[in-house]
């Protein structure tokens, strides 16, 4: 995990202008990351600001701290649940590849390129075989890059709880690609 040098003082959005400018991106990118890139991601995404419109008192009120955002974290649960609503009036579930690269290989020959290509999709195909509370837990911790706090928030789940599964998710993931990576060293 890396740490900023200079951290901006944390400042709580008040108005869901605010709130839109601050986390859309945010929200967009997780619904993508589930949905696939598109006007049906968009759509959601902006569906989760409008409920907010509707129902601004239902944002939590406390303010945020450098390890919690309860805002951050209460809009990634909402995209949570309208991303499992498109899923399920879709009629079947289909997960996208991540847009941008899982594992980072530096292009040097068509081999290693090559290579590259093969490690993301037994990383993708390893991440296909987790059950789903496991990779949704690598996702909002690696790929929106949530706290324990706040994907507790997102999953109604103790933050001990979630180190606890995000333990469990690793420790899968490792025995599924762990012999692959390790052989290619």
Known sequence: MRKALWTAPVVQATTPTELLDRYFPLVLGYVSARLGPGPEAEDT???VFGELCLHPKRLPN???TEADDPARAYLVGMARRKVALVLRLRGRRREQP????????????PES???GGE??????AALARLPELQR???LLKYREELSLIEIGQVLGKKPNAVGQLLHRAREALRKEVGDYFDDRR
Do not use: D, G, K
């Open 45 to 47: 995404a902006i569906a």
């Open 62 to 64: 406390s303010t945020p």
């Open 136 to 138: 949704e837990v690598l």
């Open 119 to 124: 490690s993301q999709e037994q990383l993708r």
């Open 98 to 109: 991540l847009e941008e690269p899982v594992v980072s290989v530096s292009v040097a020959t």
């Open 113 to 115: 390129a090559a290579l």
